[in-house]
């Protein structure tokens, strides 16, 4: 234990810091700056606690009214039980706003800390896992507005709440199983299906970007001859206990999804074919860190002759992410209805880019620091 502590805990400590600064003018004041899906997570918060007060702790799935008169159908694409533990702080303290706000801090500080922990276990790199996390946390998100696309404000508004929260801890999943699949190490299994289920009890659209990523993986492994029989029961050990953590929402969701036929959720019909304008603007736009980040670095590794093939890969996997989530080469209207309107809008499946954006990042600040008498101090 003190040699964990003596290894981890600057790290814990920095994170917690910045978890902390970052909210901490909401917590001073005692307010929440809100925006319109707030209504529906907040309405389905307190009938979750009218609920708990008469002693209904694990509700049906599908009973809150929720936002509008799509109440029905969103809690089933939003489950709620990974906010339970904002409930308890709720009731404990009869402060709604301040339990919201500390929870946003604890989910900043965790998710800052998961990330940083996947990228080391992979790559025992200190800089670069934490550059990693740093700049995953501090520029992915769940929205089309870039001004305040990253998810620490999109969950401070609490829009795209539970898909923002997903997103943050989205690479610790995919890395997980990228480790399993590509890398030949089982030592993370564990991990994917804790992660996972998680995601699972928060919001299917995200998760089901996800879980799609982890079905293409599987594909090119087998086609690169990399799959073997160790891999697949690890896969399959993976499965059942993500079956197994989450099975108080799957296995009602199943029956319920099965027996009943819903329209549609509600989507924004011009998200979906979007021109090349509009990826070429969040390349560009001033206000998007992370495109900015990649494009400043890629210039330095271009000065410094450090631009390899990684970078190259990196480079053209981040081009391909944003085209197939923003631009019409993707037929998107196609495709969402037969996903029964689950993804809504595409960039709820933003991890793809943020994490290919991030590793670009993170290497970059590596191998720029080894320059001769230090790129990076």
Known sequence: ?????????????????????????????????????????????????????????????????????????LNFFYPSYFFYPLLFLWRLTDLPITSIIIFNILVLYFTLWSNFSIMYKITSKL??????????????????????NVAISRIEYMTQYASNIVLLIAPVILLSLYNIIF???????????????????????????????????????????QMTW????????????????????????????????????????????????????RLFNIEDALSLLVIIFAVLLFVYKKFNETYTLLTISYLAAMLFLYSNLFPWYLVNPALSGALQMTYRWNFLPAIVGSVFVALAVNDLGKIKNGFFL
């Open 1 to 73: 234990m003190k040699k964990y502590l003596r290894a981890n805990l600057p790290f814990h400590l920095i994170f917690l810091f910045t978890a902390l600064i970052l909210f901490l003018p909401f917590l001073l004041n005692g307010e929440l700056v809100l925006w319109r899906d707030s209504q529906f997570h907040l309405a389905r918060f307190h009938e979750l606690i009218m609920d708990q007060q008469y002693g209904q702790f694990f509700p049906d799935i599908v009973r809150h009214s929720g936002k509008n008169t799509w109440g029905y159908g």
């Open 127 to 148: 800089k670069l896992s934490f550059t990693f996390s740093i700049t995953y946390i501090l520029t992915a998100g769940v929205g089309n507005a870039i001004v305040d």
């Open 183 to 225: 890398l030949h190490q089982n030592n993370t299994w564990l991990r994917a299906a804790i992660y996972s289920s998680i995601a699972i009890m928060l919001s299917i659209p995200t998760t089901l970007g996800i879980v799609l990523t982890v079905v293409f993986m599987v594909i090119v492994s087998f086609f690169k001859r």
């Open 230 to 281: 160790d891999k697949i029961k690890f896969l399959l050990i993976t499965l059942a206990v993500i079956l197994a953590l989450s099975s108080a929402f799957v296995f009602p969701f199943l029956q319920q999804r099965g027996a009943n036929s819903w329209s549609n959720l509600p989507n924004n019909p011009d998200l979906f074919g979007a021109n090349f304008n509009t990826v070429f603007g």
